[in-house]
């Protein structure tokens, strides 16, 4: 068994010089900073007051289980010699708020995969059990996260 531990930095800058005197006197925008990355530009959803144009964290955290899956995916595949040469998410995720509180309450990964012969193909839909059991984000979220697969070959074959 072993630890790791992780830190980030979530700065706001949106005091537009009189500070939180009303709701919407100020900016929700955020500079979100691990060391030695780049700054995150986030902000709130345009839904809550926010910009549009930057990271909300409802888009942080769709885009964590979707990493996630995909790197625990790459994983997989390499442990079932299965050649993965593309991979695209289309990821969604459904927020209900009710009053101030919200939650999601679930999540769907459209991973659509490409793998180099289409004996693979099989086994490349099987790596995906694999990598939702082994998604570290996946494991640690009180909603389902479903995913829905498309695998094929660039040398064709049927689809699965």
Do not use: Q
């Not at 995909?70 to 040469?85: E, F, K, M, N, Q």
């Not at 999540?107 to 790596?127: K, N, Y």
């Amino acid at each position: 068994m072993s630890t790791h531990r992780y830190a980030v930095r979530s700065t706001w800058t949106g005091n537009t010089g009189s500070g939180t005197t009303g709701y919407r006197d100020y900016r929700r925008d955020v500079t979100v900073s691990v060391s030695g990355k780049h700054d995150l530009l986030a902000s709130a959803d345009r839904a809550f007051h926010g910009d549009r144009s930057r990271w909300n964290p409802e888009d942080m955290l769709l885009a964590a289980l979707s990493e996630c899956h995909l790197l625990s995916y790459l994983h997989a595949c390499t442990a079932r010699g299965v050649i993965v040469t593309d991979y695209v998410d289309d990821a969604e995720g459904t927020l209900r708020v009710d009053g101030n509180a919200g939650r999601f309450e679930s999540a769907t990964l459209r991973p659509r995969v490409s793998v180099a012969d289409p004996s693979m193909i099989e086994a490349a839909v099987r790596a995906h059990e694999d990598a939702h059991e082994w998604c570290f984000i996946a494991n640690s979220v009180s909603f389902p996260v479903e995913v829905d697969p498309v695998v094929t070959s660039a040398r064709g074959g049927t689809p699965a």
